[in-house]
């Protein structure tokens, strides 16, 4: 609830699942970058706004290229990330700092993280993959982007040579 002469917040929140987003993992850096353009035009992304990206270790190298303005959580296991990412969504924390928040995931994890956002007054969108939205969250979003899936590398040249941002275990 806004106090008497606080503005309203207009900043948006980003939280997304940088793996979700490239339908898994990738090692590909072509891939993680055209799934972080399409996120920015779908989400209309803005200087100034607030981003969180999560991604597994083995993606968190073509990650950070691909989102380097953004926040990054970096973490491995089953629902390692997605359960990181839910801390950024707890409407008490959010309160007078920002008015609408952009989920980019499909899983529906986040739903009842969602919809208590929407009671609380903030405007809630998702932008996902096609065929990779869960049922849960369009009830609990004012409106769902759905992005194409993403495309099949050429021919692997974009792949992040190992050393550039990976550890080499070769002597």
Known sequence: MRKKGQRAATRTLHVVDADNLTAGPTEFQCRADEAARRYRVAAGLQ??????????????????FAWPAASRLVTTGKD??????????????????VSRVLLGSGDGIFAESLAALRTAGLRVEVVALTGHVSH?????????????????????????PVGRGHLSLAA
């Open 47 to 64: 200087q100034g706004d607030l981003v969180f990206v999560g991604s597994d270790l083995r993606s968190s190298a073509v990650t950070g």
């Open 80 to 97: 390692a990330v997605d359960l990181g990412l839910l801390d950024h969504l707890v409407p008490s924390a959010l309160e007078g700092r």
């Open 136 to 160: 849960r969250l369009y009830p609990a979003s004012a409106d769902v982007h759905l992005l194409p899936a993403p495309r099949p590398c050429a021919d692997g040249r974009c792949r992040l």
